[in-house]
């Protein structure tokens, strides 16, 4: 049998997420061959991504390559595929998520300040606002580049810390210490190494489906039909979270406001019924509840 042509990112996170994937089929025993493909969203790190203007960068020329058929599967991490896919692409494994948390790392000159007196370096919305609601005060520079870059930043930057993905930092193996921060909820999807596939290749697609992470899954829908139906296309601070708990399905999730003063926020314990549409029920009561308007005004705002 010909082996299956993983397609990826040529970051070193992305690169390690195919291999874990590569690895998967092989315990299926199945034949494997990545192809790192450079994204567009890799090529432009001047500006923050939101102000690029368009969703999918780090996505769009893996889709591409998935329908000229260079590839036969796309490797992403989840949480930067747009919830809306392109025609003919379909979501068709998820692995099991292991760190959905996001993490504070702090360079050696600021480890004796306070959290609400740190110089912080993140480009994300969500990141800020959720900050910012509990630390009002804070200033706040972008930065941009993989997660190698983003650390030699915090090194020769003027500002005390950053803000990263836990998953992140275990799969690079990166011997750093680094804060919980039980404060911020996860942006959805947050930790997921999904699988893209192209509708038109059953045969391939019935092999992805091998290597599903069920619960993973299950949860992942629940954040993302949380977030598309918020959000309509723009960029929002937007938290969301599910796991499973013995057999009960808890979510936390909020919208704020781009300055963290204004959050709408859900915590909610409920029996999963593959029937019901909860993310898409969760993010009707944060709309009836000022969301709307909220949305209103940060779409106005960037
Ligand atoms: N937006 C960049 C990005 N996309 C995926 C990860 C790490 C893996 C993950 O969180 O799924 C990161 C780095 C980060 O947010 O710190």
Redesign the pocket.
């Given at each position: 049998m010909k082996s299956i042509r993983i397609g990826t990112r040529n970051s070193a996170?992305a690169l390690w997420q195919a291999r874990e994937v590569a690895r998967h089929l092989q315990n299926n025993n199945y034949l494997t061959e990545i192809v790192p493909i450079v994204s567009s969203g890799d090529k432009n790190l001047n500006q923050p991504?939101y102000s690029l203007g368009i969703t999918g960068v780090?996505t769009r020329d893996l889709d591409i390559a998935l329908l000229n058929d260079e590839i036969d599967i796309a490797v992403h991490?989840?949480?930067?595929v747009p919830t809306l896919l392109p025609q003919n692409i379909e979501m068709i494994a998820y692995l099991e998520r292991d760190f959905?948390q996001?993490i504070l790392i702090r360079k050696e000159s600021a480890k004796n300040k306070e959290l609400h007196e740190l110089k912080l370096a993140t480009s994300?919305l969500r990141r800020r606002a959720f900050w910012l609601r509990h630390f009002p005060n804070t200033e706040f520079s972008d930065i941009r580049g993989?997660?190698q870059t983003?650390l030699q930043k915090l090194e020769d930057g003027n500002f005390d810390a950053t803000?990263?993905?836990?998953?992140?930092i275990k799969?690079m193996k990166m011997e750093i210490d680094y804060e919980m921060l039980p404060v911020m909820i996860p942006?959805p999807?947050?930790?997921?190494?999904a699988v893209a596939g192209h509708s038109d290749k059953p045969e391939i697609n019935e092999i992805l489906k091998q290597i599903n992470h069920k619960p993973t899954q299950i949860c992942v829908e629940i954040e993302r039909n949380f977030l598309s139906t918020l959000e309509g296309g723009c960029t929002a601070p937007i938290g969301a979270f599910a796991e499973i708990i013995e057999d009960q399905i808890r979510f936390t999730a909020a919208l704020c406001s781009l300055d963290g003063k204004n959050c709408i926020a859900i915590d909610e314990n409920f029996e999963y019924n593959p029937e019901e549409n909860f993310g898409e029920r969760f993010a009707k009561v944060v709309l009836e509840n000022g969301g709307k308007e909220l949305m209103t005004e940060i779409k106005s705002q960037i």
């Open positions: 996170l991504l780090f991490s989840l949480k930067d959905p996001d994300s993989n997660i983003r803000i990263l993905s836990l998953a992140g799969r942006a999807s947050q930790g997921v190494i």
